[in-house]
């Protein structure tokens, strides 16, 4: 996407500035933080990784609903959910018409049962995007390492695509090769994962049969993995990223946590984590469940910086989401539904003493309207630039909202954020990136005007939101 944003009347278009989102890339960014469910035979051997030598007949939920899962995520706030439809044991959640190691040899549902079709369907019935996770490694394949398994996790892949309605979100993991049971070899198995998988083929196939659905691997193309599995995204975490010479599992040399500045591709970064310690489900960490503070802190600091939140639930031996975990993320819902419940930007006067016409679609006006399709792009240089919320009276916050009109690129490289406080400004918070989001705490403060001072930006700031609210102490 590198066409110029329109404007009305005789203004002149906005160039964008360096790499900008797809059409799939910005539906990705809005929906800010949904789901993973790891559910597999480790659930049940009480593992994290399959070895492949599993009996399917150990796969036996007592009473999976799917419905529960589902509605426990959304009531969390998830707006969608990444299934892991085979994880590295080979194990296939779906009957899949090329492998016997699937559902379909297990007790569960009388060999009837198809996991994938459950979730995607009680997704759609909630209001939930579906998403897969289909493991590149196959401990249990007896070809793995060898073309013959490419093709046959191509056709794995298409199965997915095509049977299980829209996905916006495919998963391709990092792990590639090691010891495994591989139809009984058991041995050691080393690929190239630069040439193995022929990933530029494989990524065709999704974009073939699902060219709305956004790809993650630790290098895209779409969505990047934010470097560990503790939730969190650097400060700043730039949107851009430059990959070339890398393929999926490569990347350790990548700024992956922060991003780079100067990179050549959009791709944001996701942040995944666990509400457990564990992936699966273990009951000896039934008691280890994250706090709801602790999922606050998390969403600050992924959500906050410009990353998305993929928060693990995994399903327990019932097929159900664990009542500790539940309830865990039902008072985190209610935390951010009090703290975001009221924009009491909506209520100031938005102006700028840069120059900018009264009749254009880009005044500051646009910055606390609560339309995230208009934003404000002063006329004058690129930095610096003000713009000011005055309200009648004095109003209290401690979280600040930020975002760009990420469709004309990363613009702002550092701003501040002032209160004016006993007849005179006081610089409250300052920082570096903004993108789609940028989340910013402060201890409450009161003040009846607010300034956003962008300090340096690389092209005209565009502006797109400007929020305060009053979140709970």
Not at 82 to 106: I, Q
Not at 441 to 467: H, M, N, W
Request: proline residues 7%; contains cysteine.
């Amino acid at each position: 996407m590198s066409k110029r944003m329109s404007t009305a009347g005789h203004a002149p278009a906005i160039e964008p500035y360096g790499p900008v989102p797809s059409a799939r890339q910005q539906k990705w960014h809005a929906l800010e933080m949904y789901g993973f469910l790891h559910f597999t035979v480790n659930t049940f051997t009480d593992k994290e990784w399959g070895y492949g030598d599993e009996s399917p007949q150990v796969f036996n939920p007592t009473d999976l609903d799917a419905d529960q899962i589902v509605s426990t995520a959304r009531d969390g706030g998830l707006k969608g959910l990444v299934l892991t439809c085979k994880h590295h044991d080979g194990f296939c959640l779906w009957p899949s018409a090329f492998t016997e190691h699937s559902v379909r040899r297990s007790p569960w549902r009388h060999g009837q049962g198809d996991v994938v079709r459950e979730i995607a369907d009680a997704c759609a019935r909630h209001g939930l995007r579906f998403g897969v996770y289909l493991s590149p490694w196959d401990r249990n394949h007896l070809d793995y390492g060898r073309p013959s398994y490419v093709d046959y996790y191509r056709r794995q892949l298409q199965e997915l695509l095509g049977s299980y309605g829209p996905i916006f979100e495919v998963w391709f993991d990092g792990a590639n090769g090691g010891d495994g049971y591989y139809g009984g070899a058991r041995e050691t198995r080393r690929i190239d994962a630069t040439t193995y998988y022929g990933w530029e083929t494989t990524w065709g196939i999704v974009r073939d049969m699902q060219p709305d659905a956004c790809m993650f691997s630790d290098v895209g193309p779409d969505i990047r993995w934010v470097g560990n599995e503790s939730g969190i995204a650097g400060d700043p975490c730039w949107s851009t990223l430059t990959t070339a010479g890398f393929a999926p599992g490569q990347s350790r040399a990548l700024p992956l946590n922060s991003g780079s500045r100067d990179g050549q591709q959009w791709l944001p970064a996701e942040c995944d984590v666990s509400i457990r310690p564990g992936w699966f489900y273990h009951p000896s960490e039934d008691a280890r469940v994250k706090t709801p503070t602790e999922l606050v802190d998390l969403y600050y600091q992924s959500v906050g910086r410009g990353a998305s939140l993929l928060l693990n639930l995994p399903p327990d031996r019932r097929g159900r989401i664990h009542e500790q975990d539940a309830a865990s993320l039902r008072q985190f819902r209610q935390v951010l539904d009090r703290t975001f419940a009221v924009d009491l930007a909506r209520e100031a006067k938005a102006t700028s003493p840069q120059p900018r016409q009264a009749n254009v679609p880009h005044a500051p006006s646009h910055v606390n309207d609560g339309d995230p399709g208009t934003f404000w792009c002063p006329e004058g240089p690129e930095s610096p630039a003000d713009v000011i919320l005055a309200f009648d009276h004095a109003v209290s916050f401690n979280v600040i909202s930020l975002r760009e009109a990420i469709a004309l690129g990363q613009r702002v490289d550092e701003f501040a954020i002032d209160a004016w406080q006993v007849g005179r400004w006081a610089e409250i918070a300052r920082g570096t990136a903004i993108g789609h989001r940028r989340l910013v705490q402060v201890p409450r403060v009161e003040a009846t005007q607010v300034r956003l001072r962008v300090i340096k930006a690389a092209a005209r700031p565009a502006i797109s939101e400007f929020a305060l609210f009053l979140g709970p102490e």
